[in-house]
T-cell receptor, first 111, second 116 residues
């Protein structure tokens, strides 16, 4: 499984756009990139998944360059409630695929 | 989507005892996963539990220490046996979303275990 590297922590202010970059230099052809969000005292929650280029949903955008060796999760206009740990995962999109969590990025949104 | 509940939500146990954690899903699922999250750390997969077969354990985890049962398609239990303070962690179960995005898993709220 491809290993991921993310910043340990980030600070931001309400209303700002936050971009969290994840490096995955050894990503394989069949690997997808998935991001999870975890609030304190809760289990992780799926945010977004992509293979290449750009994916957008109601929560976030995911930018993946052509070489797919990195990806950037973009959170528009964050609020205090976006304070959480964000995990970048890389793995095959297949049934029964276990998730391998890296260290995650602890985002602190300040007023 | 799937809604997952876990019991107990938290417990304080004495070393040498065992605790069984229950995971209940509101829909039938083939695969269930058990994770451990030590304080301030990321999640580590303990084992994968398929209905009708023995659980598959990850490196560093053994059945004698973490026996898992998969009673039916909506329920599983994880037992933490002969506990020591090092077992103090949050234990989470998750299920795979077979109807939606591949790779997406739904997690329970976790069971916070403290061993004294």
């Amino acid at each position: 499984l491809a290993k991921t590297t993310q910043p340990i922590s980030m600070d931001s202010y309400e209303g700002q756009e936050v971009n969290i970059t994840c490096s995955h230099n050894n990503i394989a052809t069949n690997d997808y990139i998935t991001w999870y969000q975890q609030f304190p005292s809760q289990g992780p929650r799926f945010i977004i998944q992509g293979y290449k280029t750009k994916v957008t949903n109601e929560v976030a955008s995911l930018f993946i360059p052509a070489d797919r060796k990195s990806s950037t999760l973009s959170l528009p206009r964050v609020s205090l409630s976006d304070t959480a740990v964000y995990y970048c995962l890389v793995g095959e999109e297949s049934a029964g695929n276990m998730l391998t969590f890296g260290g995650g990025t602890r985002l602190m949104v300040k007023p | 989507s799937a809604v997952i509940s876990q019991k107990p939500s938290r417990d304080i146990c004495q070393r040498g005892t065992s605790l069984t954690i229950q995971c209940q899903v509101d829909s039938q699922v083939t695969m269930m996963f058990w994770y451990r999250q030590q304080p301030g750390q990321s999640l580590t997969l303990i084992a994968t539990a398929n209905q009708g077969s023995e659980a598959t354990y990850e490196s560093g985890f053994v059945i004698d220490k973490f026996p898992i049962s998969r009673q039916n398609l909506t329920f599983s239990t994880l037992t933490v046996s002969n506990m020591s303070p090092e077992d103090s962690s949050i234990y989470l179960c998750s299920v795979e979303d077979l109807a939606g995005t591949s790779g997406e898993q739904y997690f329970g709220p976790g069971t916070r275990l403290t061993v004294t």
